[in-house]
């Protein structure tokens, strides 16, 4: 039997699709890229078996057991959701983490930072549920992320508020519309070395508003990727032929908004006028882009969603990095009605 606690982190290049359930998809797939050589972040996974570990030793997973049965046959209302939502991440965030997980986690940051020749490397710190991308239930969007994390104390309040994602009002009602037990999911937490990004968006390795598999989307803007996931820009396009690499198409469009890295976290700011209508990358810089997305692509066998940040403190071409990969699981994605209604009523 392992040593308790010895399951607790795993670095991102030992990371694959044999313990998917233990990193989640997005640190198995991050992991996957790594070790064909693709540029991924260094990073580590905080592993489902420590908030499996830490919802028994605290006793949150009987809390909310007990706190359910105050709704029999489940969550009504909206007004249900966000009830049992608070009652469950209010009790995370007020228990907080073990001190020997406390240690486990700060180990491995200290060896992050070491890695990155610095002392406390700031940290991208992203959600890995194993019930995203299931076939039958997307949960993409559903949980936290947290850009330009730094200090160990810091890391700890973002990784308890991962954990706590799992029970947003939304993602609860998107586990009971999928007939997914409130509790059946778990949770890893990702945490890479923070890229300074010039520019970020999105690869889709089929054009998802044609479904064409013979094309690659590239999206982007100015700062950090959700500027463009987020939609608060209209980014620059690139249509490459996925066989040739060739540019087809290029639409480089005014950007007024980009979210930038600040001392702690992220912020929105306008761009300034004379960058607005400059392309947030170069005809090398997508093509290359394409290229890596094209790997990616023959790596997994499917269509995806890959998240590309270009470092403003790399040369041109030795700049790109992959944060994440994800499938298409549909090109053209409409929700039912009850999924946009309840998406409404939740967000008030």
């Known amino acids: 039997m392992a040593e308790k606690g010895s399951n607790w982190i795993i670095w ?17 797939n991050l992991g996957e890229m ?9 990073g580590f996974a905080i592993t489902t078996e420590m908030y499996t570990e830490y919802m028994a030793q605290t006793g949150i997973g009987m809390e909310i057991e007990r706190y359910l049965d105050k709704f029999p046959g489940g969550p009504k209302t909206p007004k249900d959701y966000k009830e049992i939502s608070k009652f469950v991440i209010d009790i995370i965030l007020l228990k907080g983490i073990p001190e020997e997980m406390q240690h486990a986690i700060s180990s491995a940051y200290s060896e992050l930072s070491k890695k990155c020749f610095t002392i406390e490397i700031p940290v991208a710190v992203r959600s890995s549920s194993i019930s995203e991308d299931l076939p039958t239930a997307s949960f993409a969007g559903q949980y ?33 519309n999928k007939n997914l037990p409130i509790l059946s999911s778990s949770m890893s937490v990702g945490v890479q070395r923070m890229v300074m990004a010039s520019s970020s968006g999105v690869c889709f390795t089929a054009h998802p508003g044609l479904g064409d598999d ?21 980014p620059d ?7 040739t690499l060739r540019i087809e198409e290029k639409e480089i469009n005014r950007k007024l908004k980009q979210i930038v890295i600040r001392p702690t976290g992220t912020e929105e700011q306008d761009i300034p006028e004379d960058k607005q209508t400059l392309p947030c990358l170069s005809d090398e810089e997508a093509v290359k882009i394409a290229e890596f997305g094209k790997a990616v692509e ?19 071409l030795k700049n790109i990095f992959l ?26």
Not at 34 to 42: E, Q, T
Not at 155 to 175: E, G, Q
Not at 323 to 343: F, M, N, Y
């Open 12 to 28: 991102l290049e030992e990371c694959g699709m044999e313990n998917r359930r233990f990193v989640g998809s997005k640190n198995a």
């Open 34 to 42: 790594l070790r064909r050589g693709l540029p991924v972040p260094a």
């Open 144 to 176: 936290e992320s947290f850009l330009n994390i730094k200090g160990k104390d810091v890391l700890f309040d973002k990784v308890m508020r991962c954990w706590a994602s799992m029970f947003s009002a939304r993602s609860i009602f998107y586990h009971i």
């Open 214 to 234: 013979t094309k690659i989307l590239l999206e982007g803007s100015w700062g950090v990727g959700e500027s463009v996931v987020q939609g608060i820009v209209i």
């Open 237 to 243: 396009r690139f249509v490459i032929d996925k066989e």
């Open 298 to 316: 023959n790596l997994f066998g499917i269509p995806l969603d890959i998240e590309w940040t270009l470092d403003e403190a790399s040369p041109s």
């Open 323 to 348: 944060v994440q990969a994800r499938p298409i699981t549909k090109l053209v994605k409409k929700k039912d009605g009850i999924e946009r209604i309840l998406d409404m009523m939740l967000s008030r």
